[in-house]
C-alpha cells in the first residue's frame, strides 16, 4: 500500500487527452474522466492507496464543474477503485481482477499485457528431476540468501560461456528479476539521490528507483528500426548517439545509478551499439554511477546481426538475469552479477524483505540451464513464428499503423498515428482483451502514440487479439471501419 497523494497537476499529466476531439457534454465527461482514471489504477500508474486530488482541486486544474468530478469519483466509487473517508480524501483500491467480457470466439479474455510466454513444454520433467535432487538439500532450516552452489556455479558458467568470466562469489540468487531490481535500488538509492532511466522503459524498474525516493531522470531511446519516440525527456538517444546521450545526462545530473536494457530493450525492442555500450559505461565510471543492466531478454535472440557479450564485459556494470523469460515466469528465481563488495551490501540489506529463494525452485533453475541451449532454440523458433504472424496481422487490419521489424526480444513498439493508446486500451477491454497503453511505459503520461504488443503468444491468441483490437479501434471517434472481408480473416 502506498500513502501518496497524487496532486491535480500531476493527474492531468496522467490523464492525456482523456475528454476526445468534441466538447462532451457533462454525463459524458464524468464518465470519460471516470473511464481514464479507472485505466490508470488498473494498469498502475496510480498505485493502490494513493491518495486523489480533492474535487475542487482536480475540478479547477482541468477546467470542470466540480459536478462533474464528484460524479466521475462517485462512479468509481460504485466500481470499488476509490474509497472515500471524511477528512481523509479518496485513496485509489483495486478490488481483484477487473471484471470482463469474453473475447471474440472464446469463453475468457486475452491478456496481452504481460509479456511473457508459456512453459517450456518439458518443465515437469525437470521439476521431477527437481524434486529427486530434494533430499540432500533438507538438512538444513531451508532459509538461503544468496543461493544454492549449484544454481550459482550454473549461473557462472553461463556468463562464462558468454564470453564475461564470472565466478559463483559474484552471483546472488533473488526472487524473479524484479526482486533483484529492489534489491538494488534499497542498496544503492537514498531518498533524493538522482537515478538515470530510459525512456520508455520496463515500469516496475522505475517504480523500485521511485519507492527508495529516487529523482528520476530520463533519457529518451529511440525504437529498434531508429524512429523518434517524442516524450518529454530532456535527452534523447537515437542509433548514432546513444551512449553520447547518456553521457550528457550522467555529467549533468550526477546520479549514483544508472536502470537500462541494452539487449532488446523493453518495450522498444531495440539493441544498443557495441560503441555506444563503451561509451556509456566509460562515462558512467567517471562520474561514479552504477549501472544496471536488466538482461532478462538478452538471449531472446531472433535474427539480430552480430554477437553482444553481457554489459559487463564492456566496462563496470552490475547485471540483471532471470529464466522468467525463457523457462517460465511461474519459476520465481533471478539472479544479481556484481562485484563482491556490492554483493556483501546486498546481503546485508535482504534480510528485512525476505529470507531467501526457494530451494527446489532453485534446482529447477539450475535444471534448466544445463539445458539453456535447447531452450533458446525452442524460443527463437516461437519468437519468429509470434513476430511473423503478429506483423501479418497488424498490416492488413491496420495498414496506417508503423509495426517496426524487431530482431528478437519478446515485444514489439507500435506507433498508432495518433496519441489514443489509453482510449484504445479501455475500448479493448470492452472486446475481451487486456493491453498496456503506451504511456505505462513512461514516467510523464508521455506515449499516447505508441503501443506494446508481446510476440511470444500462441497463433490463436494473436489472432483473437488483433481481432479485438480492430474492433476496439473501430469504435473510436473518427477511426476508419475495416471491410468484412478483411476481419473475417482473423479468427
Not at 538475469?321 to 563488495?341: E, F, M, Q
Request: glycine fraction near 10%.
Amino acid at each position: 500500500m502506498s500513502d501518496a497523494t497524487l496532486s491535480a497537476r500531476r493527474l492531468e499529466t496522467l490523464l492525456g487527452p482523456w475528454r476526445g476531439d468534441e466538447s462532451p457534454t457533462t454525463d459524458a465527461a464524468y464518465r470519460a474522466l471516470a473511464e481514464r482514471i479507472r485505466l490508470l489504477v488498473i494498469d498502475g500508474r496510480i498505485t493502490v492507496g494513493t491518495r486523489l486530488p480533492a474535487e475542487r482541486d482536480l475540478a479547477d486544474r482541468l477546467g470542470l464543474s466540480r459536478t462533474t468530478v464528484t460524479a466521475a469519483y462517485r462512479r468509481l466509487r460504485e466500481q470499488d477503485l476509490l474509497t472515500s473517508t471524511r477528512g481523509s480524501g479518496s485513496v485509489a483500491r483495486l478490488p481483484g481482477a477487473p471484471s470482463l467480457p469474453p473475447a471474440p470466439g472464446g469463453n475468457g479474455f486475452i491478456d496481452f499485457s504481460k509479456a511473457a510466454p508459456a512453459a517450456l513444454p518439458w518443465l515437469p520433467d525437470l521439476a521431477r528431476e527437481a524434486a529427486d535432487e530434494l533430499p540432500a538439500h533438507l538438512g538444513d532450516a531451508g532459509y538461503d540468501p544468496i543461493g544454492t552452489p549449484v544454481l550459482r556455479q550454473a549461473i557462472a558458467d553461463r556468463y562464462t560461456a558468454r564470453g564475461l568470466p564470472t565466478s559463483p562469489d559474484q552471483v546472488m540468487v533473488t526472487i524473479g528479476a524484479q526482486h533483484a531490481i529492489a534489491l538494488l535500488s534499497r542498496a544503492l538509492i537514498g531518498r533524493g539521490d538522482r537515478a538515470v532511466i530510459e525512456t520508455p522503459t520496463y515500469p516496475h524498474a522505475y517504480e523500485a528507483l521511485r519507492v527508495e525516493g529516487a529523482r528520476l531522470v530520463p533519457v529518451a531511446v529511440a525504437p529498434h528500426d531508429g524512429g523518434g519516440l517524442g516524450g518529454s525527456a530532456e535527452w534523447t538517444a537515437g542509433p548514432a548517439d546513444e551512449g553520447e546521450a547518456f553521457a550528457r545526462a550522467f555529467g549533468h545530473a550526477n546520479p549514483v545509478a544508472a536502470y537500462l536494457m541494452p539487449d532488446f530493450h523493453n518495450p522498444t525492442g531495440r539493441t544498443m551499439s557495441e560503441q555506444a555500450r563503451e561509451h556509456v559505461l566509460d562515462a558512467a565510471a567517471r562520474q561514479g554511477t552504477v549501472v544496471i543492466a536488466d538482461e532478462t531478454i538478452a538471449e531472446l535472440d531472433i535474427d539480430r546481426r552480430g554477437t553482444f557479450k553481457p554489459l559487463a564485459a564492456y566496462g563496470p556494470a552490475v547485471l540483471i538475469g532471470s529464466t522468467g523469460k525463457t523457462v517460465w515466469g511461474g519459476v520465481r528465481v533471478g539472479w544479481i552479477r556484481a562485484d563482491r563488495s556490492l554483493i556483501r551490501r546486498l546481503l546485508a540489506v535482504r534480510a528485512p524483505g525476505d529470507l531467501g529463494t526457494p530451494i527446489l525452485e532453485q534446482l529447477i533453475t539450475a535444471r534448466a540451464l544445463e539445458r539453456m541451449d535447447d531452450v533458446l532454440a525452442l524460443r527463437r523458433e516461437q519468437l519468429r513464428a509470434g513476430r511473423d504472424l503478429l506483423e501479418t496481422l497488424l498490416a492488413d487490419a491496420f495498414p496506417e499503423w508503423h509495426v517496426p521489424h524487431v530482431d528478437g526480444g519478446i515485444v514489439t513498439w507500435v506507433g498508432l498515428g495518433a496519441p489514443v493508446s489509453s482510449q484504445l486500451a479501455l475500448a479493448a477491454r470492452s472486446h475481451g482483451l487486456v493491453i498496456a497503453a503506451g504511456p505505462r511505459f513512461g514516467i510523464d503520461g508521455a506515449f499516447e502514440r505508441f503501443l506494446r504488443l508481446p510476440i511470444c503468444y500462441s497463433a490463436a491468441e494473436t489472432e483473437g487479439a488483433v481481432r479485438a483490437l480492430r474492433l476496439a479501434w473501430e469504435s473510436l471517434p473518427g477511426m476508419p471501419a475495416a471491410d468484412a472481408g478483411l476481419l473475417s480473416g482473423v479468427v
